[in-house]
């Protein structure tokens, strides 16, 4: 077996190797078997032989393309390994150059094959290491809509097209779904992690993911489209800077998930009241055959939603964004595909990426409203930083029990750091307090400034839907923030006309649907709260009742407890 074969037993064989020498070229050329259609752009093809700028052959670079070839067909070449680390140095000299450029002619599989045989090589796709990680702005996206629009797919597709999830788990996904005649389901399974979810093909739990852009840091929150699920959905809204929200395309889907019963309706408004302002409407399935990327669909449910989407309080031209895609073959996720020609604007990714800052106060009072919690060597909490800075050995107190708990340890995006701002998603190990202490919805804040919490609160409410009329005395299920709890109606105050805003003179002794009110309410524990005016994600909540959304609203005021 020839000596070039195998990887070099030490760094100086490497080195004396590196030297383009007659006999590499020729063991290059040996290798050759039909590469000259991968030549990179900037060799002309006239003359294959001719030397790169820094003295690296040319033809090494050509062959790039042939190790891939190779793995692709299922047999490991040693030289494979062989051929990157005689070239390792050369690309790192030179980022701009070969296997870049080469990236361009290489199938998107060939080039991710290639990453998995070598970690080291500096390839354009793979995200950059997460030490780096909190240098980049955090963006947290959520994905909403009906049943089956393909929030997951898309999810799972983005994860491998940014570099998230390597081919061999796609395909390993890909054979089990295959085993259970699933196969459009493999993407999903990226997302949909436990047993009952890939059963069923439904999401259940807020998936939670992340990937990169060249400027962003992205966390990927796959709400559950099922109307069974919507709790779990509102948590996962009340964590996002921005909604996107899936449609389908197919005849008939799109027609279902937008009718009355249907989740696009009600999902689009809690994304609206869980404070997401810019939404991004992903209209997917446009390579289904009953569609086949036709501009008229995509008008049709265009048309349809954005009178919707209006009334609850988008505004078409700065909040909302269109864009066709295709979940299951990544069409127009991350490069502009051709069989839409019609759609101008930017694909998927890059537009997220290029979406402005938001502003967030990192100065401001520390809230992390608590997500969800377990043991794991002490206590472990989930949550978005709202607002404020938390750093490692941090004394916190959690609301409302009042508990002075340490941070051991914070996880960003399950990468270690030693400090945290707001926006991100965070693993705080915490020390001082029982796992069975904490409850979803508690709050953590810092001992000088303490979010307020109560039981009773006034607050301006919008009645969506409920078939009856609404008196005092009315029970229903309070989501605000990531806490859900019981709540009681005990007084109507007044009610507020919804062009001028003048409140009525009047108690009213009821509301009904579409009317504004001022009301009092009573929770049976006692919550974490803030007026809207002070600390807008704290003050905002949906009330539902039997599974629908029945209104909406803010808190006005915070009523002290009588003893």
């Given at each position: 077996m020839d000596s070039r074969d195998t990887a070099p037993d030490s760094w100086e064989q490497e080195d004396e190797a590196e030297a383009p020498d007659a006999g590499l070229q020729s063991a290059f050329t040996g290798l050759n078997v039909n590469a000259p259609e991968f030549v990179p752009s900037f060799i002309p093809r006239g003359n294959p032989e001719s030397t790169d700028p820094d003295g690296t052959d040319a033809v090494a670079n050509m062959e790039i393309s042939e190790p891939a070839a190779a793995v692709e067909n299922g047999e490991t070449d040693a030289t494979t390994v062989e051929t990157w680390e005689e070239k390792g140095e050369p690309d790192e000299v030179e980022p701009g150059g070969g296997a870049m450029e080469e990236g361009g002619a290489l199938g998107d599989e060939a080039q991710d094959e290639i990453m998995e045989e070598d970690e080291e090589m500096p390839a354009p796709k793979l995200p950059p290491p997460p030490p780096d990680a909190p240098k980049k702005e955090h963006v947290n996206v959520v994905f909403i809509g009906h049943v089956d629009a393909g929030k997951s797919t898309i999810g799972g597709q983005i994860m491998y097209l940014t570099g998230m999830v390597d081919k061999r788990t796609l395909e390993k996904y890909e054979r089990?779904?295959?085993?259970?005649?699933?196969?459009?389901?493999?993407?999903s399974w990226a997302l949909d992690t436990n047993q009952e979810e890939r059963d069923k093909g439904k999401t259940v739990e807020v998936g939670r993911a992340y990937f990169e852009t060249e400027k962003k840091h992205f966390t990927i929150l796959d709400a559950p489209g099922h109307k069974s699920f919507v709790p779990n959905m509102i948590g996962g809204a009340s964590q996002a800077d921005l909604a996107v929200l899936v449609i389908s395309a197919?005849?008939?889907?799109?027609?279902?998930?937008?009718?009355?019963?249907g989740q696009t309706r009600e999902h689009a408004m809690l994304a609206k009241t869980a404070g997401v302002k810019h939404l991004i409407v992903l209209i997917n399935k446009m390579d289904d055959p009953t569609v086949n990327w036709s501009l008229d669909r995509y008008e049709e449910c265009k048309e349809k939603l954005v009178p919707f989407l209006k009334k609850v309080g988008f505004n078409p031209k700065k909040d909302i964004h269109f864009m066709p895609c295709s979940g299951l073959t990544g069409a127009n996720l991350k490069e502009s595909s051709e069989l839409c020609p019609w759609y101008t604007g930017l694909p998927f990714i890059p537009h997220l990426d290029s979406l402005p800052n938001f502003n967030r106060s990192s100065d401001g009072p520390i809230r992390l409203p608590i997500v969800d919690k377990y043991r794991d060597m002490?206590?472990?909490?989930?949550?978005?930083?709202?607002?404020?800075?938390?750093?490692?050995?941090?004394?916190l107190i959690m609301m409302p029990n009042r508990h002075t708990v340490e941070v051991l340890s914070l996880l960003s995006d399950d990468v270690e750091t030693d400090d945290a701002g707001p926006g991100e998603n965070l693993k705080l190990r915490l020390?001082?307090?029982e796992e069975e202490e904490i409850l979803p919805g508690f709050i953590l804040c810092n001992a000088e400034n303490l979010c307020h919490s109560g039981r009773t609160f006034d607050a301006q409410i919008v009645i969506i839907e409920h078939k009856s009329i609404i008196c005092p005395g009315y029970?229903?299920?309070?989501?605000?923030?990531?806490?859900?709890?019981?709540?009681?109606?005990?007084?109507?105050?007044?009610?507020?006309?919804k062009k001028t805003g003048e409140k009525s003179k009047t108690r009213p002794r009821f509301v009904k649907q579409d009317q504004v009110c001022i009301a009092r309410l009573r929770t049976a524990g006692t919550i974490c709260l803030e007026t809207f005016k002070d600390f807008p994600q704290m003050g905002r909540f949906t009330l539902r009742d039997e599974g629908k959304t029945i209104a909406i609203g803010k808190v006005l005021k915070l009523v002290p407890e009588k003893d």
């Open positions: 089990e779904a295959k085993e259970k005649n699933r196969e459009t389901w493999y993407l197919r005849k008939g889907e799109f027609e279902t998930g937008f009718e009355k019963g002490g206590t472990v909490v989930l949550g978005k930083l709202e607002s404020g800075t938390i750093s490692k050995a941090q004394q020390k001082g307090i029970n229903a299920v309070l989501h605000i923030h990531t806490c859900i709890e019981e709540v009681q109606i005990t007084a109507l105050i007044c009610l507020v006309d």
